[in-house]
Nanobody, 124 residues
Framework: QVQLVESGGGLVQAGGSLRLSCAASGLTFGSYAMGWFRQAPGKERELVACITIGGSTYYADSVKGRFAISRHNAKNTVYLQMNSLKPEDTAVYYC??????????????????WGQGTQVTVSS
């Protein structure tokens, strides 16, 4: 059974930084693409960043240049470094795993396993 556990969320002032972690178990981690999604109140879930099994990355336009996704296969962990945070980054952030591995573009339907989410709140 795949389990994804996020950590690292919290309250931060605008301009600050947070680093989210997602520990995965129950899967061959190196064979899965990993993604971070977020959902703000009243808004649809959106893909924030994704990293393929080969290490290629994808970012939503709204976070390019501010967020960085990385993975440590030996630790079965994916990270999301978030810098220059803005109030509009406030959301629940979810980690997700995709057995697809590699694609040129991604959507939520590509991801079959999800974590419970961690709250990120950015104050102005």
């Amino acid at each position: 059974q795949v389990q994804l556990v996020e950590s690292g969320g919290g309250l931060v002032q605008a301009g600050g930084s947070l680093r989210l972690s997602c520990a995965a178990s129950g899967l061959t981690f190196g064979s899965y693409a990993m993604g971070w999604f977020r959902q703000a109140p009243g808004k649809e879930r959106e893909l924030v960043a994704c990293i393929t099994i080969g290490g290629s990355t994808y970012y939503a336009d709204s976070v390019k240049g501010r967020f960085a996704i990385s993975r440590h296969n030996a630790k079965n962990t994916v990270y999301l470094q978030m810098n220059s945070l803005k109030p509009e980054d406030t959301a629940v952030y979810y980690c997700a795993a995709s057995a697809v591995g590699r694609k040129s573009s991604w959507s939520g339907s590509d991801f079959g396993s999800w974590g419970q989410g961690t709250q990120v709140t950015v104050s102005s």
